[in-house]
């Protein structure tokens, strides 16, 4: 997929966006992620984990100056513009930044069902193992080990409620804040890596009714 391409996926009610997060702009998170590992100080400083869901290693906040120096903000302004452009017909004049996290999630971890607050929530994977762990059972079955899963409503005839997502270095999906989703463990030695964000759009846009 080209990083200009935008690919909307909509197996229910709300949209999902797909689209490719530049290598530029994983490098240099990446970088940044691995430089706040090494500095105890600073990682404590931005430690994330009391204020969210995930049962991970270590989650923390994104700084402002990180996100502006990397392009990652402008990235997340524009991709959601033309979101909402294609879905709704509208042009958005606000994008107002909450919050923007790491996590970093190891072998056993996984993240339970939540949603989040702000208008739009988004998530993209900046470093994976290259194996998530085979299933245990003898009859092969579909394998969702360290799979993002999406849900909306409830299963009924002709209608999914939910859309298992594997994850790829590079892919960020853009969805509603009030979308349930989950991460499921995985197992084996290395990290996933995922970088998430929550955004206020124009409230007029937002609130439908």
């Known amino acids: 997929m080209s990083e200009d391409k935008i690919n909307i996926i909509r197996p229910f009610g709300p949209s999902i966006a797909k689209v490719e997060l530049p290598i530029i702009i994983i490098e240099k998170l990446n970088d940044y992620v691995d430089q706040i590992i090494e500095d105890e100080k600073k990682s404590k400083e931005l430690d994330n984990g009391n204020n969210l869901a995930g049962n991970v290693k270590q989650e923390f906040k994104l700084e402002k100056n990180i996100m502006e120096e990397s392009g990652f903000l402008n990235f997340l302004a524009s991709k959601t513009s033309r979101w909402i452009e294609i879905t709704e017909n509208k042009k958005i004049t606000e994008f107002n930044i909450i919050s923007s996290w790491i996590v970093r999630q190891f072998e056993n971890e996984y993240n339970p069902i939540h949603w989040h607050g702000g208008h739009i929530s988004g998530v993209g994977y900046l470093k994976l193992p290259e194996s ?25 005839f002709n209608s999914s409620s939910i859309i298992n997502i594997k994850p790829n270095v590079g892919d960020f999906y853009f969805f509603p804040n009030y979308m349930m989703h989950s991460v499921f463990p995985f197992y084996g030695k290395d990290e996933r890596r995922s970088v998430s964000f929550n955004a206020r759009i124009d409230d007029k846009i937002y609130n439908t009714n």
């Open 132 to 156: 998530f762990g085979e299933t245990f059972q003898s009859v092969k079955k579909n394998n969702v080990n360290g799979n993002l899963s999406l849900i909306h409503g409830s299963k009924m």
